[in-house]
């Protein structure tokens, strides 16, 4: 039986559908294969594309005070305004990364001396001792035996307060400072036995006398290592 007419006689294949005609010209295989359907050349559609959403209003606000603030500032470096904000965010990151440093500093550098500080404990810088020591003994020489002892509490704790101001508060008592942990045993011991008669003095309403006044300044002096006199 013969074959259709337009169809080849040695079983070929049409290349009107976009299909390759066997002994075919290669011009005729490239445009067989270009009207085919089955690979697509032609490019894609560009996907449609999401314009970013605005931001908020206090944003541009705050945006545009920093421009009409700093774009002269950054003419004159030579820089224009969008390289110019940059450098100033970079410039921010830096303070807050130093703010945040300065806040912690003390607290690594308490905890890497907190195992030598915890087993000396804390004892008052001599000087200071030495210092208050001698107001004191000026006012016990006049007989001002209540003053003294009270100028030997007053002084002590704002001797703590400026070495350690995290271990005080407003309302802390004196028999509070003398249980606090950083002090050593001997610290602790002058505290309560100056708090004592502090108190008894402010309370009770009783006098001190040389006696009182002898025993609060010699535990002080034990604490703060500092010699009595002969």
Do not use: M, Y
């Given at each position: 039986m013969r074959p259709p007419a337009g169809h080849a006689n040695h079983?070929?294949?049409?290349?009107?559908?976009?299909?390759?005609?066997?002994?075919?010209?290669?011009?005729?295989?490239?445009?067989?294969?270009?009207?085919?359907g089955d690979i697509q050349f032609s490019p894609l559609a560009p996907m449609p594309e999401h314009p970013p959403s605005?931001?908020?209003?206090?944003?541009?606000?705050?945006?545009?005070?920093?421009?009409?603030?700093f774009q002269p500032i950054g003419r004159l470096l030579g820089m224009s305004w969008p390289v110019f904000q940059y450098v100033l965010i970079g410039g921010a990151a830096l303070l807050m990364l130093f703010i945040v440093w300065r806040a912690i500093q003390p607290l690594l550098a308490r905890r890497a001396g907190g195992d030598?500080?915890?087993e000396a404990g804390w004892a008052p810088v001599r000087a200071e001792a030495e210092a208050l020591?001698?107001?004191?003994?000026?006012?016990?020489?006049?007989?001002?035996?209540?003053?003294?002892?009270?100028?030997?509490?007053v002084r002590s704790v704002r001797q703590i307060g400026d070495a350690r101001p995290d271990a005080l508060h407003p309302a802390s008592t004196a028999r509070e400072i003398a249980r606090l942990s950083f002090l050593p045993a001997i610290g602790r011991e002058a505290f309560t036995t100056i708090a004592v008669r502090v108190e008894r003095s402010l309370f009770a309403l009783r006098a001190l006398d040389a006696e009182d006044?002898?025993?609060?300044?010699?535990a002080y002096a034990r604490f703060a290592q500092v010699g009595l006199p002969g």
């Open positions: 079983g070929g294949v049409s290349a009107g559908q976009g299909q390759i005609e066997p002994g075919g010209s290669a011009e005729a295989a490239w445009h067989a294969v270009r009207t085919g605005p931001p908020p209003g206090w944003l541009e606000a705050l945006l545009k005070a920093l421009e009409a603030l030598d500080e915890a020591l001698s107001d004191a003994d000026r006012l016990a020489a006049e007989g001002r035996f209540d003053e003294a002892t009270h100028l030997l509490l006044w002898g025993a609060a300044r010699a």
